[in-house]
């Protein structure tokens, strides 16, 4: 099975960095993707990691340790905008598990 | 190109009553999936399709959820007869599937539903 594990809750100041992280516990492991989610809205895409290492996109980068079953998201120039849900997602073949979520509150 | 569909938005039904709630994938995705959303469980995975066949709905709660998806276009989640329990906001979502996509998941805005 999957298991996922996320922390419930971060909270960060304006301009900061904030890493958020992601276990896992899953056989079959294809990829790992990571999903923005602002309240009352759908989940949106933001990174997707298959190789070890850290994939860079802007203010957000993602990582990845497959054999360590580990992943986090890094939040860079923290913005008002970034408070929502973080969600990690594994993937299995064409099945998509999401984790918990961890919701991010950026204070000014 | 517009995003996945789904309708209705909002539904506010009775205990007993059959929900019916809808779901158009983006054209020319091979994938799509239900998912059931609450504070309590998170994003739970109920079913998923791949070109219209059910691969996996071993996350259907009970007898009562039921889906289909007859054509590439269009899907449903039916639950007969709801429950209070049953109060969560649905989504949908299509991908496609196949190198060199990474097959990102696309979220359709969900519907609530609240069975009173």
């Known amino acids: 099975g999957q298991n996922i594990d996320q922390p419930t809750e971060m909270t960060a100041t304006e301009g900061a960095i904030v890493q958020i992280n992601c276990t896992y516990q899953?056989?079959?492991?294809?990829?790992l993707f990571w999903y923005q989610q602002h309240a009352g809205e759908a989940p949106t895409f933001l990174s997707y990691?298959?190789?070890?290492g850290l994939e860079e996109k802007g203010r957000f980068s993602s990582f990845l340790s497959r054999s360590k079953g580990y992943s986090y998201l890094l939040l860079k120039e923290l913005q008002m905008k970034d408070s929502a849900s973080y969600l990690c997602?594994?993937?299995?073949?064409?099945?998509?598990?999401f984790g918990p979520g961890t919701r991010l509150s950026v204070l000014p | 190109d517009a995003g996945v569909i789904q309708s209705p938005r909002h539904e506010v039904t009775e205990m007993g009553q059959e929900v019916t709630l809808r779901c158009k994938p983006i054209?020319?995705?091979?994938?799509l999936f239900w998912y059931r959303q609450t504070m309590m469980r998170g994003l739970e995975l109920l079913i998923y399709?791949?070109?219209?066949?059910?691969?996996?709905d071993s996350g259907m709660p009970e007898d009562r959820f039921s889906a289909k998806m007859p054509n590439a276009s269009f899907s449903t989640l039916k639950i007969q007869p709801s429950e209070p329990r049953d109060s969560a906001v649905y989504f949908c979502?299509?991908?496609?599937?196949?190198?060199?996509?990474?097959?990102?998941?696309?979220f359709g805005e969900g519907s609530r539903l609240t069975v009173l």
């Open positions: 979502a299509s991908s496609l599937r196949g190198a060199p996509n990474t097959g990102e998941l696309f």
């Open positions: 899953t056989s079959g492991f294809n990829g």
């Open positions: 990691n298959v190789l070890d």
């Open positions: 997602a594994v993937t299995k073949g064409q099945n998509f598990v």
């Open positions: 054209s020319g995705h091979n994938s």
């Open positions: 399709f791949n070109n219209n066949v059910p691969i996996d």
